[in-house]
């Protein structure tokens, strides 16, 4: 599977590019970030204000929405037990696609509470032994 890739200069994500054109990647970490980190749109009963729904303009292009709501559980005041497992399920949630579309057999979603953020740790299992690991930091 070939991908655009992103980069994270330690304060934001933006597109690669080599020889004047998006630099591309066969590994699975745009597509893993994107699932994670674009901010899927909430509806009215999750946010009432509509200019506060945020949303991925990606979703344009897809049948369904792209991302989780990983922004809004991660920058709660109070990040307990139970808001640690809302953000393990929006993140699992935002994961599917990888098993709907056959590209991975299981995934698996631990989110911890540390000092200043949320440590996220993302293992996805292939066919075969071709299992992928991920470690997030979200900082509060």
Not at 38 to 67: I, M, Q, W
Not at 96 to 124: C, P, S, Y
Request: glycine share 4%; charged share 30%.
């Amino acid at each position: 599977m070939q991908d655009i890739k992103l980069i994270h200069n330690g304060r934001f994500w933006t597109l690669d590019t080599e020889n004047g054109d998006l630099a591309k990647t066969d590994s699975l970490d745009t597509a893993v970030y994107m699932s994670v980190l674009c901010e899927k749109k909430a509806d009215k009963n999750k946010v009432a204000n509509p200019l506060l729904r945020r949303g991925h303009f990606s979703t344009l292009f897809y049948n369904y929405e792209v991302g989780s709501f990983l922004w809004f559980y991660a920058y709660q005041k109070n990040i307990t037990t139970q808001t640690l497992e809302l953000i393990k399920k929006t993140i699992t949630e935002g994961l599917k696609w990888f098993l709907d579309d056959k590209i991975m057999t299981k995934t698996e979603v631990l989110a911890k509470k540390k000092e200043n953020g949320i440590e996220i740790d993302i293992n996805l299992f292939g066919k075969k032994d071709d299992s992928k690991y991920y470690n997030l930091f979200v900082n509060l």
